[in-house]
């Protein structure tokens, strides 16, 4: 919650990218986001199951809840993509995967099975609208849907932990209300939301935000670095 939101300011505060929603922009690698996605994964296992800090059954539990809503959440936005475009795409499915991660992580220790799956499959549509119509509709540039997937789909595991936490699986999970949930939500977002502008400003008249129109079309990679991913 805390990156989507501080994202969405960014992303706000910055403005869009020369050309966006003028000129098509796709994603530049499918095969190398593929990849990243994988990575992600493993290493959500690891942070999920991890959180237990032994290996108990609330850390096998977070394990199995973990991969149970990272593919329901990858076949729900699937799903939602088809019906609209008629077809499903790799990143739609890699970006399903990683909402259902977002989602879970609250929950991973204090839900049922059962739970994880229903949070994972809600997660797919509900961050899709968040990235795609919302995203579409508000007309701010997030290039990496960081609020419509690592926001939304963490305000709604957030709300939804509230609603399937279990005593059974976790004593931890008597105090867990949705009411709760909500509160700290709240002070989250505005925490977040709050310091995150503060920053640009501050940023905004020591380093600068943004490169010139020039420096983006050429490419940051090219400008800062001399040398760009794909030598053609």
């Given at each position: 919650?805390?990156?989507?939101?501080?994202?969405?300011?960014?992303?706000?505060?910055?403005?869009?990218?020369?050309?966006?929603?003028?000129?098509?922009?796709?994603?530049?690698?499918?095969?190398?986001?593929?990849i990243g996605a994988?990575?992600?994964?493993?290493?959500?296992?690891?942070?999920?199951?991890?959180?237990?800090?032994?290996?108990?059954?609330?850390?096998?539990?977070?394990?199995?809840?973990?991969?149970?809503?990272?593919?329901?959440?990858?076949?729900?936005?699937?799903?939602?993509?088809?019906?609209?475009?008629?077809?499903?795409?790799?990143?739609?499915?890699?970006?399903?995967?990683?909402?259902?991660?977002?989602?879970?992580?609250?929950?991973?220790?204090?839900?049922?099975?059962?739970?994880?799956?229903?949070?994972?499959?809600?997660?797919?549509?509900?961050?899709?609208?968040?990235?795609?119509?919302?995203?579409?509709?508000?007309?701010?540039?997030?290039?990496?849907?960081?609020?419509?997937?690592?926001?939304?789909?963490?305000?709604?595991?957030?709300?939804?932990?509230?609603?399937?936490a279990s005593a059974?699986?976790?004593?931890?999970?008597?105090?867990?209300?949705?009411?709760?949930?909500?509160?700290?939500?709240?002070?989250?977002?505005?925490?977040?939301?709050?310091?995150?502008?503060?920053?640009?400003?501050?940023?905004?008249?020591?380093?600068?935000?943004?490169?010139?129109?020039?420096?983006?079309?050429?490419g940051l990679d090219?400008?800062?670095?001399?040398?760009?991913?794909?030598?053609?």
């Amino acid at each position: 919650v805390n990156a989507g939101v501080a994202g969405l300011v960014c992303a706000i505060f910055l403005g869009a990218r020369k050309g966006y929603g003028k000129e098509s922009i796709v994603a530049h690698n499918p095969v190398l986001t593929m990849i990243g996605a994988s990575l992600l994964l493993v290493g959500w296992i690891g942070f999920n199951a991890g959180s237990a800090w032994t290996a108990d059954s609330i850390a096998s539990v977070a394990l199995l809840n973990t991969l149970l809503a990272a593919m329901a959440g990858s076949l729900t936005w699937k799903i939602v993509e088809v019906m609209e475009k008629r077809k499903p795409s790799l990143i739609g499915v890699l970006s399903g995967l990683i909402a259902g991660l977002v989602a879970i992580t609250p929950a991973a220790g204090l839900v049922d099975p059962k739970g994880a799956v229903i949070i994972g499959l809600a997660s797919g549509p509900v961050c899709y609208a968040a990235s795609v119509w919302i995203k579409k509709l508000l007309r701010y540039d997030d290039s990496l849907d960081a609020f419509g997937i690592h926001g939304a789909g963490g305000i709604l595991g957030a709300v939804l932990t509230g609603v399937f936490a279990s005593a059974a699986v976790n004593s931890v999970a008597e105090g867990a209300t949705v009411a709760k949930q909500i509160w700290g939500l709240g002070v989250t977002i505005g925490w977040s939301a709050i310091a995150t502008f503060l920053i640009l400003i501050v940023c905004k008249f020591t380093t600068g935000l943004r490169v010139t129109a020039e420096q983006e079309q050429e490419g940051l990679d090219g400008h800062l670095h001399g040398e760009v991913m794909e030598g053609v």
